[in-house]
């Protein structure tokens, strides 16, 4: 009986310090959105009509500020001829974009949209308060795509 009151008077003890770790992240997330500072580190692919594709560490989207970085593979099927494409469509930099964030239940949706990237339409990112994320990307001649994967700091 008495290793049971223990344990009932430690665990409030135990949730307020996990609740105030969290709010820490939270913090710490709230701060690199607003500031267009994150980095989307990409675990996984899943492409329209197919199935999941784990992927190597190498690919990610990065947001400096005013700058967007992405470096996507892409797989689906392309409804325009576009010419013997070698690189994927989602690997590009640009300074062009327009970015909205709205806060969600778990966490944060930020809309990103290249306006010089012709075949990109929008990049939907849903970011938790942990830090895992998932990417839809819309674009213009091919079919969507998601990626799985997380956010950090840059």
Request: charged share 20%; proline share 6%.
């Amino acid at each position: 009986m008495k290793k049971f009151l223990i344990i009932l008077m430690a665990l409030p003890l135990y949730f307020s310090c996990s609740s105030t770790a969290n709010l820490g992240r939270e913090t710490l997330k709230a701060e690199m959105i607003k500031d267009r500072q994150f980095h989307f580190q990409v675990q996984s692919a899943l492409p329209t009509g197919g199935r999941l594709i784990s992927l190597t560490p190498d690919f990610d989207v990065r947001l400096q500020g005013d700058s967007l970085i992405s470096y996507l593979p892409y797989y689906g099927k392309t409804y325009a001829a576009t010419g013997m494409r070698t690189e994927s469509p989602l690997n590009f930099r640009t300074n062009k974009f327009t970015y909205e964030v709205v806060p969600s239940k778990i966490g944060w949706d930020i809309t990103i949209q290249p306006q010089d990237k012709r075949e990109v339409e929008t990049y939907l990112f849903k970011i938790s308060t942990t830090g895992s994320a998932t990417l839809f990307v819309t674009l213009n001649n091919s079919q969507p795509i998601s990626f799985n994967g997380s956010v950090s700091t840059p």
